[in-house]
């Protein structure tokens, strides 16, 4: 009788043992540069409408304008009555517009308006003078305020 084969076949050993590989070293990827940021344009700046001249004699109501809100409006008056004036929005109710004044007699003054209820809004102005010319001119913008003292000096 044949020898018949084992279920396991034998390995017979080699003669040097097969290297291991050894593990290489991953490459560390380079930053990735951060995306350069589009620069921001400057706000460009409205532009600073030219002043609103009314001019006029008695009591009248001026052709309609549009202003800026906030403003600075200068008075003159050089009659010896009354000077009241207003101004009033064109589509609102007389009194929904801002007093400027209301005095007697030659009359220079500078008062502001703060509202923005005016702001690009058609208006006019209601004046009444009982005798002499006057002149009513609005500046878009007011001035910067001063800041407050810190402190206040007193004296004993």
């Known amino acids: 009788m044949t020898a018949s084969p084992s279920a396991v076949d034998e390995v017979t050993p080699t ?9 290489t070293a991953v490459p ?3 930053p990735t540069p951060a995306p350069t940021p589009k620069p ?4 460009t700046p409205k532009p600073t409408p030219k002043a609103i001249v009314l001019k006029g004699s008695g009591s009248r109501n001026t052709k309609p304008f549009t202003m800026r809100a906030p403003a600075q ?3 003159t008056f050089s009659g010896s009555g009354n000077f009241i004036s207003r101004i009033v ?3 609102g109710d ?5 007093s400027l004044s209301n005095t007697i007699g030659r009359t220079k003054l500078r008062t502001y308006v703060y509202g923005t209820e005016l702001d690009d809004v058609r208006s006019y102005a209601d004046v009444i003078g009982s005798s002499g010319s006057w002149t009513i001119t609005i500046r878009a913008g007011v001035p910067n305020p001063l800041p ?3 402190s206040r000096a007193t004296t004993r």
């Open 28 to 30: 560390t990827p380079a």
């Open 15 to 23: 003669a040097a043992p097969t290297a291991v590989p050894t593990p």
């Open 89 to 91: 929005p064109v589509d």
């Open 40 to 43: 921001t344009p400057a706000p």
């Open 148 to 150: 407050a003292p810190a």
């Open 94 to 98: 007389i009194f929904g517009g801002v």
């Open 73 to 75: 409006v200068d008075l």
